[in-house]
């Protein structure tokens, strides 16, 4: 790929047409080496690494560059040196769906840093699918992938999947809102797919109505009115793997 290819990756409507994302970073390309090991499709990504970059040892495709051409390509003002371009469809469901055990569905989530935390937390406890509504951030946005800690290579993403078509999915919904009942009860874990909505409007009731969510509770002691929308998901997450390994 050109480097001013991958120069447009930064931007979503590029990435949709390549078909590739930027990984960037130490630290997340060794992620993306073990993920490899696991998912074959990981393969087909390249590395580009700059001169003065050391030594690499890897089974990818390698290519050097130049220190200002790596500062050209990188979304970070002190480029580490080191980035890769991924595929898409190497990080996309329906990978990995043999162990899947629950289906987390973002409906129009746009926080970066909230989605790459909840990506980190569900590949911490495993078996589970990140389902995204039309309107939310794209995933393989550089900030999503970066707060995402190589968590993005190790679980399964649909995109543009809307609330209504859910209902030939799956057969049984749960969604949070305050009046429900208690997180730990026993039917909690019983459900296939967790709703979320967007950090400030939620989910439409009547969408979850039509759905016949159940709705579950965080119970609080506190005097703030909602959870940031990453805790809420990762505390549930751990109550189900808490449930299932009862």
Known sequence: MK???????????????????????????????????????????????SDSYGEVETDFELLRISDK?????????????IVAVVPMSAVAAPLKTADEKHTIYLHEI????????????????????????????????????????????????????????????FDAFACLDTAGTALSAPQFSRHQCFVFGNEARGVPREQLAELGAESFSIQG???????NLATAVNMCAYELNRSLNL
């Not at 078909?19 to 696991?38: M, N, R, S």
């Not at 051409?69 to 040196?81: L, V, Y």
């Not at 002691?221 to 959870?227: A, I, Q, R």
Request: charged content about 20%; overall charge positive; proline content about 6%.
């Open 3 to 49: 480097l001013d290819d991958i120069k447009k990756l930064h931007q979503k409507k590029y990435r949709a047409e390549l078909g590739c994302f930027l990984v960037e970073g130490e630290h997340l390309i060794l992620e993306l080496q073990k993920a490899a090991k696991t998912n074959p499709l990981l393969a087909a990504a390249t590395l580009y690494a």
């Open 221 to 227: 002691n506190g005097v703030l009115e909602s959870l």
């Open 110 to 169: 746009q926080d970066p840093g909230n989605l790459g935390t909840i990506l980190r937390t569900l590949a911490w406890f495993g078996g589970f699918k990140c389902v995204l509504s039309p309107s939310s951030v794209d995933p393989y946005n550089p900030k999503v992938v970066r707060a995402s800690m190589g968590a993005i290579f190790h679980v399964p993403i649909e995109l543009d999947i809307s609330l209504p078509t859910l209902q030939t999915r």
């Open 69 to 81: 051409h790596m500062q050209k390509i990188s979304d970070t003002k002190s480029p580490q040196g």
